[in-house]
């Protein structure tokens, strides 16, 4: 089964520092992963995904992501942070043996930040 | 292009009562699923559409949920009786196909008292 784990609940940084959010993956079989933001009241927004290819994936608002298939990490990257990036952000993974799309999410982790 | 919408935002209700929510997908997109996210965790999926048919709802609590979704297009999300552990936000996704990007509504937020 697969499963994903979001290594930080809360990550406090400060404005313009850089910021890494950890997610690990437990599968199998070869997988999809993908980066999800999620701002107060609203669904959730795809940041960035890996199917296939270059390992480094670079997604919207700056942020990119290095897949490492013999560490099983996923994990996302921003070298400057804004006050507007203050967010739940989500790790999750889909594909597998029995591929129906569905995405198996992490527990989530905040990003604070601080002016 | 419009985005997933869902209603209501919010809802509150008693324990034993019956609720239901209400997803229309983006035009188009064949594949519809419902997620409940509890709060501090991540989305959970309960229900998977292809079109109006049920790719998978091994994690939906059949004794006291339902989901249908006529002619392939809006879908339904009933709780029969509701109880306290089923407050959470209830998202619903759409994509082209199984095999494309999920774009996810707002969310309605049950409470359940």
């Known amino acids: 089964a697969q499963s994903v784990t979001q290594l930080d609940s809360q990550v406090p940084v400060f404005e313009e520092a850089p910021v890494e959010l950890r997610c690990n993956y437990s599968?199998?079989?070869?997988?999809?992963l993908f980066w999800y933001v999620q701002y107060p009241n609203q669904g959730l927004q795809l940041l960035l995904k890996?199917?296939?290819?270059?390992?480094l994936v670079k997604g919207i608002n700056g942020f990119e992501a290095e897949f490492n298939k013999s560490q099983t990490s996923f994990h996302l990257r921003k070298p400057s942070v804004h006050i507007s990036d203050t967010a739940e952000y989500f790790c999750?993974?889909?594909?597998?043996?029995?591929?129906?799309?569905?995405?198996?999410f992490g527990q989530g982790t905040t990003l604070q930040v601080k002016p | 292009e419009a985005g997933v919408a869902q209603s209501p935002r919010y809802k509150i209700i008693e324990k034993r009562q019956s609720v239901a929510f209400w997803c229309n997908p983006i035009?188009?997109?064949?594949?519809l699923y419902w997620y409940q996210q509890i709060l501090g965790q991540g989305p959970k999926l309960l229900i998977q559409?292809?079109?109006?048919?049920?790719?998978?709802d091994s994690q939906l609590p059949k004794d006291r949920f339902s989901a249908e979704r006529l002619k392939g297009v809006d879908s339904t999300l009933k709780i029969q009786p509701a109880k306290l552990e089923d407050s959470a936000v209830y998202l619903c996704?759409?994509?082209?196909?199984?095999?494309?990007?999920?774009?996810f509504g707002p969310g309605t937020r049950l409470t359940v008292l």
């Open positions: 559409f292809q079109n109006n048919g049920v790719v998978d």
């Open positions: 035009s188009g997109h064949a594949t």
């Open positions: 996704a759409s994509s082209i196909t199984s095999y494309n990007e999920q774009f």
């Open positions: 999750a993974v889909s594909g597998g043996s029995s591929n129906t799309g569905k995405l198996i």
């Open positions: 599968s199998s079989v070869s997988v999809y």
């Open positions: 890996y199917l296939s290819g270059s390992t």
